[in-house]
Every structure is written in C-alpha cells, then in structure tokens.
C-alpha cells in the first residue's frame, strides 16, 4: 500500500492553499505567539496537510516571517514618510503610524508580533531583523541621521503601541490622533530632524 | 486515616516560606508568564504545598501583584524621581529608570512583567493598573502637568525597555547611559516640564 504521491507544485488552488496558510498563520501566530503556534495547528486551522506548509513556506521562522511582512510592506510605507518636507517628518511619520495601528484588520497581528517578541528569542530576532533590517536601514539611506536616534524614533513609536493598543492605558488609548500628534511628533521630530 | 492538620499560621519558618514562594513566582511568572506559570508550579519551584501559596498570597492574581510589585516600589523610586529642580527632571527620571533596569537582579522580572502584560489579559490588566494607580496617579499628585503628558514619558520609556532588553536592537542595547541621557532625557523634560 503505498499512499498516492501528491506533486504540490501541480496542486490545484495552490494560491488560495498559501493565502489560506498565512491566514490562519496569522491568527495563530497573534492568538498563542510564536512558540505555541505550532505547523500542525496552523495547517489544520488552513485545512491543508502540514507538508503542504513546509513546501510554500519552509520552516516555521520563515512562515512567521512571511506572515509578519504582511501588514507592513515597507515598500509602500516608507515613502509615506520619507516623501516631503524634512520639518515635518515628526508629523508624517506619527500620522502614518497611527493610520496603519488604527485598521482593524491590522492591529490584531501587530499586537500578535509583539506578543511573540516577548514570548520567545526567536520572535524577539525575527521582530529586531525585520526593524533594523527592512525598516530602519531603508530610513537611514534617506536621512543622515546617526542610528541612535532611528532607534530611539522606533522606541517611542513601540511605547505608544504597548499603550495604546497592549496595556490600553487611558488617555492615550482613546486620544485622537491630532491629540497623539501634538505629543509626539515633536519628540519624532526632534530625532529625525535634520 | 486524616491527614494531619496543619495550621499555616503556626507554621515553622513562615517567613522563610513566604520568600520562597515570592522568588518562585518571580521566576515563573518571568520564564513562562502570567497563563503558563500554575500555582502548583509555583509552588514546586518553592518547595511548598499549593495552599499555603494560597493561604499566604490568596489568588493567582494577587499573587502576580505581589510578585510584580517588588521590584519597583514607587515610595523608594519616585523620590528620586520627583525630588529636585523641575528643570532636570527629564534627566533624574531617565536615570533612575536606567539604573534600577540595569540591576541583573531586577531586569529579568521586568521582562517577566512585559512578558506576562503582552500574553495575557489578566497580566496587561494588572501592569496597566500597576503603572496608572500605583506610579502616574502619584506622580499626577507631584506634578501639574496632563494625564497624557505621563503616558507620554512613561510609553517612551517603556518603549527603550522594549528595544534595550526584550527586542535588544542595537545600537539602543549597548548605548551608555550618558547616551540614552542625551537622547532621552530632553524629551521626557517636554513631556514633564513645568
């Protein structure tokens, strides 16, 4: 008895079996964090075979890396920031984020990015890699500034999510966002200014 | 046969009990956070039988406050914090955040903190509560400036934890602290300052 061979690269509805995967890959990466999300349990939430998993994505970090990359393309975002007045970076950038935060099919996974950041070194890695490689470097090729201070740019942006969206800490939970423009990006701008 | 009867109260070496079972939790909560780490866990770590881990601290949230709130006791810190020229203050806080950060014996229970605070509601709830009623309420007492204004320094500097000792991103993780002075310091004192 030998068990029918399945070619994966044959299969048909194989695009909608990968968005199906990095779906359910981003429910339960949110849900438990990266290390109670299993491959098994996020095949079995997409209804495919875990190898089917394997064959699209590899191993468990870059199936969490490709479900991570998702919400934030930085392609599209950074030009968003980067394009403009340089006095007004500290705006643009605190307004930009915010919009991004405010969609509700997007904080979910946010908040699941970070939960899995400080639920396991390897969330924790891949979070630091995909920050300082595909997000701050990109910042640093546009702006002569020193990498301190994209650091510490991130660091507040990090702090009003942990906030905002994590410990829903009033008033800043609930503030408007020419209330949370106001406050921060002075502070955005004191760091990116020129 | 009846199990003989232990009356906690009487119990030899209650003190000494009472320690173990705080730095027991103290290591759980931080290894695993709030929702993995069981009282009978816990109790293991402490070498003690469930009960009294209830008998002394009551529920598993009371036990989490007593744990967390060893580490920062806001009548030691904040007078070192709110003592002193308004104008420094951005420098004083920034200061005494770091070096109560940079103690090894502390450092690790506050990532446990962070940690808990992300995975679970009962741990966001009770650092949210933490850091409101038991820090800003009394800082809010001290000085005249808008509740937003103290979220705002408290997410900055909850966002340099984040990136210094969870997310470790450099060059943030390895700065001294006369760097994380120059950079910090100026912007809690506009969020603080008279």
Redesign the interface.
Known sequence: MTAPTRRPGRRPGQSSSRADILAAARVLFGDR?YDKASIRAIAGEAGVDPALVHHFFGTKDELFAAAMEFPIDPATILPLILTGPREEIGERLVRTFLRIWQDPRLSPQF?GI??S???SKTG?TL??EF??SRLLARVAEALDVP???L??A???????V??RY???????AS?SEE?LVA??A??IQ??LGA
Do not use: D, K
């Not at 994590?166 to 800043?172: A, F, N, Q, T």
């Open positions: 964090g908040v970070i939960r950041a400080t639920t924790a979070l630091r920050i300082s990498r301190m201070n650091n510490a991130a660091s507040q942006m990090v702090g009003v942990m906030f994590v410990l829903e800490l009033e008033p800043l503030a209330e406050l921060f002075p502070t004191r760091y």
